[in-house]
């Protein structure tokens, strides 16, 4: 069976997650893997047993991505392309494949991956924009982004980072590898936007770090408190975690 790589786009707005969540063997959730497997299905006429679509990174409710990576076999050999056009034709509104191709039989979109990289929007508006409700997390205290600047560089390089592990966080290790970690303003946008690149993240590691590096630019840590929470390894005293809304799967590198 020829194995297919995709790269898909999905609005998260409207979906439990990536992962496919079932309740005595029927999906009880509308889930992005979800949605994948039964265009999959269909295009190969509902072989048994079902194709599955294989994910690289299992995205939380309600957050969004660029390049989420999956991996596929058909029954039948389809020029990519043609595979390409079929999933958008067969396709809800928010999910959208950007690109396919062949791959050897030993990929997988979880295992081979070398590194990912994720941005995060924040909306910095004194209220809640209705348009962007579902796509930043809105922030309205007052930040000092030259304080976030200084705090990032702490982040970078491999480091037990349980104090930003949550509790669902299932790895056998909670040491990671951080390679990029800035921030960039848009003043005409009203926004600041974080990016973050490693060889992996825990679950909601981004948004634990978003939350501590806004407190650092409201002054409600000190600036270096990155380096602190790194050693003592306690979850609870890294406090708020960012909304799920702003966070993007931006790209999954295979090296």
């Known amino acids: 069976m020829p194995r297919y790589k995709a790269v898909i786009a999905y609005d998260g707005a409207e979906f439990f997650g990536f992962q496919l969540q079932t ?40 957050v969004h991505a660029f390049g989420q990576v999956v991996h596929f076999d058909l029954p039948f050999n389809i020029d990519p392309e043609g595979v390409r056009k079929g999933m958008n034709t067969l396709l809800p509104f928010d999910v959208a ?5 062949h791959v050897s039989d030993d990929f997988h979109a979880r295992f081979n991956t070398h590194s990912k990289r994720y941005i995060y929007r924040v909306s910095t508006t004194d ?21 976030i600047r200084a705090a990032l560089p702490d982040l970078l390089g491999e480091h037990d980072f349980a104090s930003f592990a949550a ?29 973050f690149e490693g060889n992996a993240f825990l679950y909601n ?9 806004l407190e650092i630019g409201t002054g409600k840590r000190p600036v270096h408190d990155i380096v602190r ?16 809304s702003g966070l993007y799967l931006d ?4 090296n």
């Open 251 to 254: 790209e999954i590198d295979y």
């Open 127 to 147: 209220y809640k924009d209705p348009f962007k409700r579902k796509y930043t997390g809105h922030f309205h205290w007052k930040l000092d982004v030259t304080r």
């Open 205 to 213: 590691q981004i948004r634990i770090m978003v939350g501590v590096l």
């Open 23 to 62: 309740k005595n063997g029927v999906e009880s959730v509308r889930t992005v893997q979800g949605e994948l497997n039964k265009v999959i299905n269909k295009m190969a006429k509902n072989p048994s047993p079902q194709i599955k679509v294989v994910g690289a990174s299992r995205t939380d409710t309600g």
């Open 229 to 244: 929470l790194i050693e003592v390894k306690d979850r609870e005293q890294a406090r708020y975690t960012a909304p799920a």
């Open 97 to 101: 494949v950007n690109h396919v191709e």
């Open 167 to 195: 509790s669902g966080n299932e790895t056998a290790t909670t040491i990671r590898l951080i390679t990029r970690a800035d921030v960039d303003e848009k003043p005409e946008e009203h926004e600041i936007v974080f990016t």
